[in-house]
């Protein structure tokens, strides 16, 4: 480690914003308990069967919301998927005669299974073109439900449903009402401990930037479809009770405004907001219900709502400024505590790229590009502006594809694999333009880096389980480690966002280096820092090499070059131009003409 004198906390607020707010746990329990009784003082049979409805809509809404509001797929098919959990409860316990509870089970898997499916265009639309198919999804499904008369019973759907029972006896609504509640609870806490995961962290980063997801190992695809199948799995959870609740179902249950009506209740909450499904559900759906008088006023209170809120809180109810503290919170661990981080020596490998060709229509970016990094050394990669420098990383790390010419990472091939997968094998980079998630604190984009190093399963971070919360003790302590190495640490609970860019580059050289690289690629890093800063990043970079780790920086600092380089490959028109020590490069006549001359005259061609 370098000593290095941090920056100094702008963004107190936001770190004291972390302490505020957080109730002993016992508090929590207490209120939740006491506001998820309130129907059940009622005697009323109607309070009660709104109580469950709404808990029924809740499963839907917070479920849409892992897939929405998180993962940034905007469905409006989940109708469709409650549907199917829906008949899949119902017919397994009227023909088949299964317990309630076996058949919502089978119910989940059936619409967690139907969301992999709506889900394969997603993999290949943009957002608003998938969600189109998801609206076509839904049609198609409705249309099936009427078709397939013998199973489904057609227009007249399926009736006398039974009440689930425990022992043999019936649930009465009041027990019905208190199962629903507590799968609610259940599944509120467990989609808590997925999106404060590296899950979360990593479906934000698929959403918001997929890039800086892409090169912290994450698979877009894998994690989309994670999403889908989870937030599937609980309309599909919700259908089977819906089932239950109403004993008839029939097709018209599930049109497609009742789709978007679980859409309209998650903006209104507040998309990729914890309690943002909750909200909205009590809000759009109860609220109107309870103003029973006022049934006909109806469309005009929805509308004056929708109105009020589009004006005062555009990101929903839960996204509004008064939250703002709520919401910024990185971390549940305590980081004073000193938490063991292993350290254990990343492998040293050095990097091979021979014979690099890449057209771009007729631009020929590459041509011929090749150079040798040594193992735990930085190698710097020079050139005139447009020369093919970051066109060159971005095939060392999978993000294009090169017409022709290889590269090895020690004795692995990795031409041709994608970019997490090359990734995943110890290539971390940065970009020429950060890209850091900007409403993420500084500490939470460093952890996404170590999305990968993560041991957890889904199910385990879903639970809560040890691991789980091991992984989240180390990956903080562990971005902690890095922030200080960077010189940031003051700033870990400030939104990434309101940093100035020079402080966005460390921040994402950290992200990159919780990766445990073993290469680590950095796009122009000095661009727009002072010399103060410039001098740290030297000694950063030092560091880094130190520690094992082969660098390739392309860069336009001569000074910054020749001071942490061992060797420079000046590039020219995709073509190596010259390669040696930065002392033999540097006082080639060629260079100097072809590369320092350019540089006078602006640097670009
Ligand atoms: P450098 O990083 O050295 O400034 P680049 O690698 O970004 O240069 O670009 C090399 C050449 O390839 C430039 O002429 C640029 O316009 C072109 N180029 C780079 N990326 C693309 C792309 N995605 N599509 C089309 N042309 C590109
Ligand atoms: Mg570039």
Redesign the pocket.
């Known amino acids: 480690m370098i000593p290095m004198t941090e920056h100094s906390p702008p963004a107190a607020a936001a770190s004291s914003a972390n302490v505020a707010l957080r109730l002993p746990p016992a508090v929590w329990a207490v209120a939740v308990l006491a506001a998820l009784s309130l129907p059940l003082w009622f005697r009323g049979e109607f309070i009660l069967f709104l109580a469950t409805r709404a808990g029924v809509m809740m499963l839907v809404a917070v479920g849409l919301n892992v897939l929405t509001g998180y993962a940034g797929q905007v469905s409006l098919g989940h109708g469709a998927l409650v549907a199917i959990g829906s008949y899949t409860t119902a017919l397994l316990m009227v023909d088949a005669h299964w317990s309630f509870w076996l058949a919502a089970l089978a119910g989940m898997a059936a619409a967690a299974l139907a969301g992999l499916v709506m889900a394969l265009p997603a993999l290949r639309l943009s957002t608003w073109y998938f969600a189109l198919v998801t609206l076509t999804f839904a049609q198609v499904v409705t249309d099936l439900l009427v078709e397939m008369r013998g199973l489904t019973g057609g227009f007249s759907g399926v009736v006398g449903i039974p009440a689930p029972t425990i022992g043999g006896q019936p649930l009465s609504a009041a027990q019905l009402y208190v199962a629903v509640a507590a799968c609610v609870v259940l599944a509120f806490w467990g989609t808590r401990n997925l999106v404060r995961s590296r899950l979360g962290r990593g479906m934000v980063a698929a959403r918001d930037n997929p890039l800086a997801a892409t090169a912290s190992g994450i698979s877009l695809l894998r994690i989309k479809l994670f999403a889908f199948a989870i937030s599937a799995a609980l309309a599909g959870l919700a259908g089977g009770f819906y089932a239950v609740q109403n004993t008839v179902i029939t097709p018209e249950d599930f049109s497609v405004d009742f789709s978007i009506f679980f859409l309209l209740v998650i903006v209104i909450g507040g998309l990729g907001k914890l309690w943002g499904p909750v909200i909205g559900t009590l809000i759009f759906f109860l609220l109107p219900e309870l103003l029973g008088a006022l049934q006909s006023w109806r469309l005009m209170v929805y509308g004056v709502m929708l109105l009020v809120l589009m004006l005062f809180a555009p990101n929903g109810i839960m996204g509004m400024k008064i939250w703002r503290r709520w919401n910024i919170r990185s971390t549940d661990v305590d980081l004073d505590e000193s938490h063991d981080v292993h350290n254990a020596p990343v492998a040293r490998l050095t990097l091979t790229v021979c014979g690099l060709q ?1 057209h ?2 007729g ?1 020929k ?2 041509n011929g590009c090749a150079l040798t990094a040594e193992a735990g050394h930085t190698h710097a990669l020079v ?10 990383l ?1 095939v060392i790390s999978g993000f ?1 594809r090169s017409d022709q010419g290889n590269v090895l990472l020690g004795e692995t091939d990795v031409s041709g694999l994608a970019p997490h997968e090359i990734a995943r094998l110890g290539v971390g980079r940065t970009f ?1 333009t950060p890209k850091l998630l900007n409403e993420m604190t500084v500490l939470d984009n460093v952890r996404l880096g170590g999305f990968v190093s993560e041991q957890a399963t889904a199910a385990e971070i879903v639970l809560g389980l040890p691991r789980a919360h091991r992984d989240q003790r180390q990956s903080a302590a562990a971005a902690m480690t890095l922030l200080r190495f960077v010189g940031l640490a003051g700033l870990a609970h400030a939104l990434a966002g309101d940093l100035p860019h020079g402080q966005q580059r460390l921040v994402e050289i950290a992200r990159a280096l919780a990766g445990r690289p073993s290469l680590l690629l950095l ?1 122009e890093p000095a661009a727009g820092l002072s010399m103060d800063e410039l001098d740290r990043l030297g000694a950063l970079i030092e560091a880094i090499a130190a520690q094992g780790t082969t660098v390739l920086i ?1 860069e336009h600092h001569l000074e910054l070059i020749a001071r942490v380089s061992r060797s420079v490959t000046v ?1 020219d028109r ?1 073509m190596v131009l010259a390669a040696g020590t930065p002392g033999e490069v540097f006082s080639n006549l060629e260079v100097e003409r072809a590369y320092m001359g350019r540089e006078g005259t602006g640097g670009s061609r």
């Open positions: 890449k771009f229509g631009v970016a590459l050139g005139p502006n447009g020369s093919g420098k970051t066109t060159t971005n294009i020429q796009d392309v590039l995709g």
